[in-house]
């Protein structure tokens, strides 16, 4: 009776206020519309599917830590001289830069932490790409339609690699002082255009007095901002495509089997930001990054031993470490093979990345959409090929870092260079063979399983005495779920005669296609997944395993 | 007594005290007067000389020669001075174990430093050299810490690495870590020049140059170095800081990842 007296008179009279707002915002953004449509979204729950939101909110720690530097760092490249307080510099002739560095270091409440976060959340940030993107790779999850996302997410790691090392100049130190000396050279091997580049960005002859205002432009402003607007591109692919799936039961190219947006994935991504933001804060507090105090300001008469860039441009540096001095005189002109090939190589390693989706579904022929996701083994040519890249870019990691093996491990670090060079090029190729390899002895295995089931591990003593093992057939999931993959069949050259008797011309483009694609699908190169009929005539009762 | 007494007027008495009291101040002169030191100490330098020489007939001799001249095992010591004794037998380089190695590591001394000043005095004798510091001239009262580090870059980080960490030199041989080197072996190494590095007498780097570097290094890699920012991870820059990303870092947040993936709300079965 008096619930009904309550509620009558609010039926009639101004909806609640949480109500009114939201009334408001829809009738002027549309809210409601896309809630309804986007809250339901489903996606499936694995943890390899949350690397990209680790890069996701360690971009967004970046950003935010990045705006309170800005608040007290001075891109100028003025003299002045230290009188902070940090001793072993007193008195020193620095730039501006490198002075509010120090000054956001040791003077600047929080500033030190904030600084080491935002070093620390970089590194993160770039290597969760890099893992994120060989999830993907592995996965097959570039294919169809998912292409343009791909680039997107190469682009981002490219473009976070020069954003980083952008950034890593700013303070003007030592360290990185040398690293900038180090582009100026890649970029006067260029041919003919590299000393004007080299003008033009610096303003004049290296370092001049351009460059750090340059970078800051290019490191706070331009670069980020094109990441961010990437980063929106691909997260609306990612809504509009539907996250991708791993094959098992009930799982279709269809639909998603997950959990919904809202409330599930709201709390677990909010929750899991914290957790990325608190891992990170704790490595930023306990553990110091990038001592520039430690390494003097930039002098170009000054250099230091074990001058290396952050991570990401490590196998740059590699490349031009373990890259024989060549150098041709031409025409009057020097050309120094000894770092162009390097930063030709460079350009090269990432593109090969980059352009392989394009290359997988010209060699298949392949029009669908996929959207459940491969096992690594049931892809050999792919992952072998993966696997061969890494060995690549971990190779030049090692070159990168030939000293500190050579006095780390007491080898010769003219050894260690030429254990680089070597392996440069049998690397991948060993890398490329053993995988492949790897992935078909998991194919038969996986074959084994299906038509004899399980080892139990349990011996069985026959009554006429003899020992067998016990084998437990597979669940129906487990049946499935290791024979959803589909298989392709290698491709042919067709004949090359029509029924008139005229001959077609076969493009050498078409011979390097079948080529490859029996290189992928041939015969030895997948293992034939077991047919209904194997299942049945095995597991019909003849013979007990 | 009674015949003291007796002749105690007589004429020569006071010669004969007069000559008594110049034989006592005489003979308490000759026990305690500095002059006697002098005759003392040039024996003991000869002493500590022969005492360093048998050292070296033993310790030394079979690769230097007998008689410091050097061999095809290892250089000759003539000229090399106290200083380059008693940095290499100092930090424990000699005597080294092989001289086929890339370098002579530093290890713990075998000798006492009273027998590396015999080793040291023996060598110096051969031929002048530079002689062992003094306490005063590297100890870092009165250094400019900021002016070392400026000199540390220019001269000493190509191989030594900003704070002195140590880095590698061609074909196995390397610049040894900094860390905690006794001032006074950072003195003479680099007024000696030991091994690969070259050496930097007071024409080239002046005695206040070599206290303000000795200065920076302590205060910059040593056991009273402070790091503002926490663990250092060695030192060594990116190369580790990239490593401690990828592991600790990254691993962190797969490891967390896993964790929040595998705690999903479960449907519930009807």
Known sequence: ?545 | MKKLSARRRHPLAAVVVLLLALAATGGLYAAFAPAGKAQADETSQSLTIKEGQKLYEVGCASCHGTGGQGSSDGPSLVGVGAAAVDFQVGTGRMPASSSQMAQIPAKKPIYTQAQIDQLAAYVASLGAGPNVPTKEQYSKEGADIAKGGELFRTNCAQCHNFTGKGGALTKGKYAPSLEDVAPKHIYEAMQTGPQNMPSFPDTTMTEKNKKDIIAYLNAVNSSETENPGGLELGGLGPVSEGLFAWIFGLGALIAVAVWVAARTAKAKKS
């Not at chain 1, 190469?154 to 040398?178: A, C, E, H, K, Q």
Request: charged share 15%; hydrophobic share 45%.
């Open chain 1, 1 to 545: 009776m008096s619930t009904e007296a309550n509620e009558a008179p609010r039926s009639r009279g101004k909806a609640p206020a949480g109500e009114r707002v939201a009334d408001w915002a829809d009738g002027r953004l549309g809210i409601y519309s896309l809630a309804k449509a986007n809250m339901r979204k489903v996606f499936p729950d694995h943890w390899s599917f949350m690397l990209g939101e680790v890069c996701l909110y360690s971009f967004l720690i970046i950003i935010l830590t990045g705006v309170y530097l800005t608040l007290f760092f001075h891109p100028s490249m003025n003299e002045v001289e230290y009188h902070g307080s940090y001793v072993p510099l007193q008195g020193q002739l620095m730039s501006e830069a490198f002075n509010s560095t120090l000054h956001i270091s040791f003077d600047v409440r929080g500033g030190l932490l904030i600084r080491q976060i935002h070093h620390w959340a970089a590194l993160i940030f770039l290597a969760g790409m890099f893992v994120h993107m060989m999830r993907v790779f592995f996965t097959g999850a570039f294919r169809k339609p998912r292409e343009v996302n791909w680039l997107f997410g190469f682009l981002l790691f490219v473009l976070g690699m020069f954003t980083g090392f952008t950034g890593y100049s700013l303070p003007d130190d030592l360290l990185s002082g040398t690293g900038v000396r180090f582009t100026e050279g890649a970029i006067l091997s260029m041919p003919i255009v590299g000393t004007y580049i080299s003008f033009f960005l610096f303003g004049g002859q290296f370092p001049g007095h351009d460059f750090v205002a340059r970078f800051y432009s290019i490191h706070i402003l331009l670069l980020p901002g094109i990441m961010l607007g990437l980063v929106v591109a691909h997260l609306i692919l990612v809504f509009y495509h539907k996250h991708t799936q791993f094959a098992g039961p009930g799982k279709k190219e269809t639909n998603v089997v997950g959990m919904p947006l809202l409330p599930v994935y709201m709390a677990k991504a909010g929750g899991f930001f914290f957790l990325v933001f608190g891992v990170i804060a704790v490595i930023a507090a306990i553990t110091q990054i990038n001592p520039i105090w430690a390494m003097g300001p930039y002098r170009p008469d000054q250099v230091s031993t074990g001058a290396q860039p952050d991570w990401y441009m490590g196998f740059a540096e590699g490349l031009v470490r373990y890259m024989p001095g060549w150098e041709v005189n031409f025409w009057g002109h020097t050309l120094v093979l000894g770092v162009f090939i390097p930063l030709v190589l460079f350009g090269v390693v990432l593109m090969a990345i980059a352009v392989y989706p394009f290359i997988e579904s010209w060699v298949t022929g392949d029009k669908r959409e996929h959207h459940i996701l491969d096992r690594p083994r049931n892809a050999p040519t792919r992952t072998a090929f993966g696997v061969a890249w890494v060995t690549v870019y971990m190779i030049g990691l090692v070159g990168g870092g030939n000293d500190l093996w050579a006095t780390h491990f007491h080898l010769s670090i003219n050894q260690v260079t030429w254990f680089v060079r070597i392996f440069f090029f049998a690397g991948p190729v060993i890398a490329f063979i053993a995988t492949k390899r790897i992935c078909l002895g998991l194919q038969r295995r996986d074959k084994e399983k299906v038509l004899h089931g399980r080892e139990t591990g349990i011996i069985k003593r026959l009554p006429h005495g003899e020992f067998i093992e016990v084998h437990e057939p597979l669940s129906q999931e487990q049946l499935h779920t290791l024979t959803a993959h589909h298989q392709y069949e290698p491709a042919e050259i067709g004949p090359t005669v029509d029924e008139n008797g005229v001959e077609r011309k076969v493009k050498p483009t078409e011979r390097l296609r079948v080529k490859l694609s029996n290189a992928y699908y041939g015969k030895d190169n997948q293992i034939p997944k077991p047919t209904v009929d194997e299942y049945k005539e095995i597991t019909s009762g003849h013979g007990h395993h």
